[in-house]
DNA sequence: CTGATGTTAGTACCAAGTGCTAATAGCGGG
DNA sequence: CCCGCTATTAGCACTTGGTACTAACATCAG
């Protein structure tokens, strides 16, 4: 099944694309052609060799890695925190934020930098979110910074309640507002912080 | 700056994790030792080579990055759909969606779940989500599967709106309920059920 | 002094290439 | 039919980052 150039070509790009791990020599069976021929097509078409391409996929991921690591902690990055007080954290909305058809932030990204941050200004290592109401009042693009301001504005320590009210804004305007009940899940006996 | 061979392995352990992109003729010079050493003690501690390195950290972005494009358009995996109706999708929650102190999911994830799901049931391509209010009603842990359902309660296509309730329930106790208020970004022109 | 442990050196070999030269095949036009 | 061109194939030297193995030391303890 010898195909052109062009065609062997083509179909050699889309071959590595959906599987970077594969060789010269394979590739050269796949396609019924010589080693030489499959090099000249890479050489041609500038696609890497296998170990270039792997250690491409490898680095990728683990940037992607170190990335998401403070990600599972907190959803945006905490800039000023006062315990029990208030909070403010940032969050630059990229592209795998969005939806791709009209580049509008998903809401559970909002919501999760609102949550986490509720969460983090909370003088508690176990806070859980109980109850919350949210209002996406202007849609959010990629590119754009959204910055959260979080307040504590009544607790009940004796209920192991407290009331969390977050705003965020882009350029000062906001976008987004939620207030959280949250629960404490240590008993207020005291200083047995780990 | 010689250490000794159980303190030296201990810390080519810890530099290879930081680092798996480090080959051995590095490591050697970084630790003062012939290349051979490091070999020595890379086959002690069952350490492989570079490009297996390079190779497993490169397998492993790959594997996840088909595991998370679904998740990038809904997060848990949808099992039934009726458009403008109702919709169910189940999410497992792993270890990386819980606290790690007490083990219990954080409350975006669960979000997510019912937000993407809210968005999923409405028959558009671009829905948004105005206004919500959620309970938790009890904490979910690693290793449950949460079942999410969802259904349009209030549908004003003059007004582009829609409401949304999802209740969501791991072994028919329900943990989370929400109500979302969504926007339909395109025009009723035209009545293309589906 | 002997032995065990640890370290270093050196060789042969491997996979998956690059870079280069040279031969050959196939085909189209004049 | 031959000329020239492109495409393909072959072969060789060399590269990286190793494995596998052997042999030579070094150091210290008993």
Known sequence: MRRPKKERQQALKDTIRDNPFVTDEELSVE???SV??????????????????????AVKTFE???KSLPI???I?????IELDKKAISIFDVKPEHVFQRNQIARGHHLFAQANSLAVAVMNEELALTVKSELQFLRPVTAGQRVVAKA?????HPE????????VSAVDQVTVFIGTFEMYRMTEQSEGDEK
């Open 159 to 166: 209920k192991n309640r407290a009331f969390v009210k977050v």
């Open 151 to 155: 307040e504590v504005i009544d607790s």
């Open 36 to 57: 030489q021929t499959i090099r000249l097509d890479r050489m041609e078409l500038a696609i890497p060799e296998l170990r270039e391409r792997i250690k491409h996929v």
């Open 31 to 33: 396609f019924d052609v």
């Open 72 to 74: 599972d902690e907190v």
């Open 64 to 66: 992607d890695e170190v």
């Open 76 to 80: 945006g990055e905490i800039i000023d």
